[in-house]
């Protein structure tokens, strides 16, 4: 016996020597982050407040209309089924590291060669067999299953904050779109109504036909522009009736009943240092887990390559029934203890461990990619913000200014002291002005939604692996 324990310890040692020389790399890789945002923080808000900033709009609606598309979502069914999977993974990994356990039974009707006779015999018992995990190989699998678990929940709350944003930036949209075309109506009606009053002056002798022609074609003009503004509110139902599966009559009488108001200057507050917020990046956090699983997984194909290990045992119980008279024969063995030597397989395993560190070099470079993205993406969105706050006052200045010109111009008109040109000249520029300023209030709230998601919607790392780890669904009071 000892002389069999001294062969298996030569054979092993420089095997196990080896394995200790080849050590897998590193679960981590450095990504590069900017010391500081090279765009300006939106002042005020809280930080706390970023998770569930539409609560703040004071909009219920869109609180509904968020709820409603999660709970249709494919990319939530799907984010909820791969962590179904992830976590099978980790089950079927985890239970590679202990023993196993079957049960066998059977029974028959035969000649005996040792009675010389036909005799009935049955027998049940046990097996179990256990891979001594020599080298981490199964432990590694185990890791990796783990790593992409976490990566997995990860994966369902971005799919939470895409839904969420997306259904914010339709509605926002929308209701734009539907202030739009109101503005559209109401210069449709103003310009008919100058049309009409030209042609009555026309008619009576006090008008030029080129002047009255002017008048017909800026309401033609105006119908038009009516019409097409129509018809993009209609495509914008169509979006968010996809989205949310509501009913577009239902869709149409809440809208008209919540138009909604503009939205406050500051909804949320952004950490200063950038390594915290993409901290918060749930697509970054899964690209991390995803380099430590390629870590774990290069492992377990360098261990492939060593000496395995293995343990069997049995017991069971016999029964030979014979002229009418049973024996009980028991039996229960440990072992064999079975050592396999990879000795030659063609390169299999080392393809196996040049494929599995090519999946890492992949991963890390995918994490550092990743990390350059969620850097830029926030970057621009900070812009955006910015920038909509710095145009926001002249905006309103030229609307208003715009308006007062166009209100004296139209007296002026009516009073016969301006001409119908220098009209159409100040509806133009009013209607510009009011357009833009509309268009601007929803410019500045689909900044707010895009710094939301590219803040990674208030995610906390780890309380999303504590969630993965022990909860068979996803946070639900995440929604």
């Known amino acids: ?9 030569t054979l092993c040692m420089p095997l196990a020597l080896v394995a200790c020389a080849t050590p897998a790399p590193p679960a981590t890789v450095a990504a590069p982050v900017p010391a500081a945002w090279n765009a300006p923080l939106p002042h005020q808000g809280s930080l706390q407040d970023l998770s569930r900033w539409w609560t703040q709009l004071g909009d219920p609606l869109l609180v509904e209309l968020m709820a409603a598309a999660q709970d249709l979502s494919p990319d939530l069914a799907q984010a909820r089924a791969r ?8 089950v079927a990994s985890r239970a590679d590291l202990g023993p196993s356990l079957d049960a066998q039974a059977k029974a028959g009707r035969g000649f005996n060669e040792q009675l010389g006779h036909v005799a009935s015999t049955a027998q049940a018992g046990l097996a179990t067999n256990w891979e001594l995990d020599l080298f981490g190989a199964n432990a590694a699998a185990e890791t990796a299953a783990g790593q992409r678990l976490a990566g997995a ?6 799919a939470r904050v895409s839904v969420a944003a997306e259904v914010a930036q339709q509605t926002s949209s929308l209701r734009s779109c539907l202030e739009q075309f109101d503005l559209a109506e109401r210069d449709a009606h103003s310009r008919a109504e100058t049309e009409r009053l030209s042609a009555l002056s026309e008619r009576a002798g006090f008008t030029a036909p080129a002047t009255a022609a002017l008048a017909r074609a800026s309401a033609a003009q105006a119908q038009a522009r009516a019409a097409q503004q129509r018809m993009q509110c209609d495509v914008g139902f169509k979006v968010l009736v996809a989205l949310t599966g509501w009913q577009e009559p239902a869709l149409r009488a809440r809208l008209a009943a919540a138009p909604g108001g503009p939205a406050p200057d500051a909804l949320f507050a952004l950490a200063a240092l950038p390594a915290q917020v993409l901290a918060q990046r749930p697509d970054v956090y899964h690209a991390e887990r995803e380099v430590a699983a390629t870590s774990a997984e290069l492992g377990q194909a360098q261990a492939q390559r060593y ?14 029934r014979n002229a009418g008279a ?3 024969l028991g039996t229960w063995s440990i072992g064999p203890l079975t050592l396999s030597l990879p000795l030659f397989d063609g390169g299999r395993r080392a393809a196996q461990t040049d494929a599995a560190r090519a999946r890492y070099d992949e991963a890390a470079a995918l994490y550092r990619a990743r990390v350059r993205q969620a850097v830029s993406e926030v970057e621009q969105a900070l812009v955006r913000l910015a920038s909509t706050a710095e145009r926001n006052a002249s905006a309103r200045t030229a609307a208003e200014g715009y308006r007062a010109s166009f209100a004296a111009t139209e007296s002026g008109w009516r009073a016969g002291l301006t001409s119908l040109l220098e009209l159409e000249d100040a ?34 790392a780890q309380q999303g ?3 993965a780890q022990s909860s068979d669904t996803p946070d639900s009071s995440a929604r």
């Open 307 to 320: 000496p395995r290990l293995a343990l069997s045992g049995s017991i069971s119980a016999a029964w030979l």
């Open 427 to 460: 509806r133009r520029n009013a209607f510009a002005a009011e357009d833009a300023l509309i268009a601007l209030r929803n410019e500045r709230q689909l900044a707010w939604i895009a710094l939301y998601r590219a803040a990674g919607g208030g995610w906390d």
């Open 1 to 9: 016996m000892k002389l069999c324990h001294r062969i298996l310890l």
């Open 326 to 328: 049973t024996t009980d």
């Open 83 to 90: 962590i179904a999977q992830a976590r099978a993974v980790q």
């Open 465 to 467: 692996l504590a969630t």
């Open 153 to 158: 929940q990860a994966l369902w709350h971005e």
